[in-house]
């Protein structure tokens, strides 16, 4: 077990013994006289042995002093040097939490771009819906889902969440036509208890209810999305994180009708972050991203949202 007297005092000490001077220690510490010298005379008491010679507003080292101050400041070049090393490794490497189909469909495969812009940044990826804590995790800035902009965090608005029935073209041409969302809802649907189905006939149903029906349910966007291109169903997606599959052809959005959900993507950080280089090179890139994606905006996401007055918050990201 270490015997250290109280680290602001030795602080204090090591600085007016590389001085020789209270008034330039305080100067450099952000102090006034006064409290270096009370935290010298603090330490003094500890010790139990003085540490300086006061005489006429001068000071000079004791024997003791001139002993143990080259060692208190190789012990501080150490502490130096150590989170020198943290600040090094902290600035080296950003990560990211994402959900998974945020970060498969859309971030994935612009993030080399950045990577071009800061060639000496490591960029780690952590794909989850879990709801992570800054405080306890190595996570530089989150993308995640929010009514609101999250409470105690940074929250940059990235876009709305648009809410669309797509399947493939080899789906379509073996059923009837669509021409109504009671259609849609006729057909072999993916993951058919997704409450987007709700949330999407509550907008452009005209009435039409959801009715319970058989079928696979699957975890993610991204695997409903492939089954879909397959042609094993139809699904109800974020029509913006399969713009790629919607201009090549491979999913089909049968009806001109769109759902937008009532949470949204933010970027978010805690503020001690704010001014982090490689969070503020991210967060710049990233919005920068979001206005050109926006001169091509198929679905109007881009517009951020009335906010309500008074809602919901949630309590962590």
Not at 88 to 95: D, G, M, R, Y
Not at 101 to 106: E, I, M, Q, Y
Not at 129 to 156: C, K, Q, T, Y
Not at 270 to 293: H, M, N, Q
Request: charged share 25%; net charge neutral; proline share 7%.
């Amino acid at each position: 077990m270490r015997m250290l007297p109280p680290l602001s005092a030795v602080r204090v000490f090591e600085a007016a013994a590389r001085h020789g001077n209270f008034t330039r220690a305080a100067e450099e510490l952000g102090m006034t006289q006064a409290a270096v010298s009370y935290q010298v005379k603090l330490l003094e008491e500890r010790l139990g042995t003085a540490l300086f010679h006061r005489a006429r507003r001068q000071v000079t080292l004791t024997e003791t002093g001139r002993r143990i101050a080259p060692l208190v400041s190789q012990a501080f070049d150490g502490l130096d040097e150590a989170f020198s090393v943290a600040r090094t490794h902290s600035e080296s490497v950003l990560t990211i939490s994402c959900s998974n189909t945020f970060a498969s469909n859309w971030l994935a495969v612009r993030l080399g771009g950045f990577q071009m812009q800061r060639p000496g940044l490591a960029v780690r990826l952590n794909t989850t819906d879990d709801i992570i804590d800054f405080a306890s995790e190595e996570v530089d800035v989150a993308i995640r889902n929010s009514a609101m902009p999250w409470p105690g965090l940074i929250s940059h608005f990235l876009m709305r969440v648009p809410i669309v029935p797509l399947a493939s073209p080899d789906f379509l041409a073996r059923h009837p036509p669509i021409r109504t969302p009671a259609d849609v809802m006729r057909l072999p649907r993916l993951s058919p208890d997704d409450v987007w189905w709700d949330a999407w006939l509550d907008e452009v149903g005209g009435g039409v209810r959801r009715e319970r029906a058989p079928g696979v349910r699957l975890d993610s966007q991204v695997m409903e999305g492939n089954a879909a291109i397959a042609g094993q169903g139809i699904a109800i997606m974020n029509g913006a994180m399969w713009r790629s599959e919607l201009r090549s052809g491979r999913l089909v959005q049968p009806l001109d009708a769109v759902a937008y959900g009532r949470r949204h993507y933010w970027l978010v950080y805690p503020e001690y972050r704010r001014g982090s280089p490689k969070v503020r090179a991210f967060r710049d890139w990233l919005l920068a991203e979001i206005a050109k994606d926006a001169e091509d905006d198929i679905y109007d996401i881009y517009r951020q949202p009335d906010m309500p007055a008074e809602a919901g918050s949630p309590s962590g990201v």
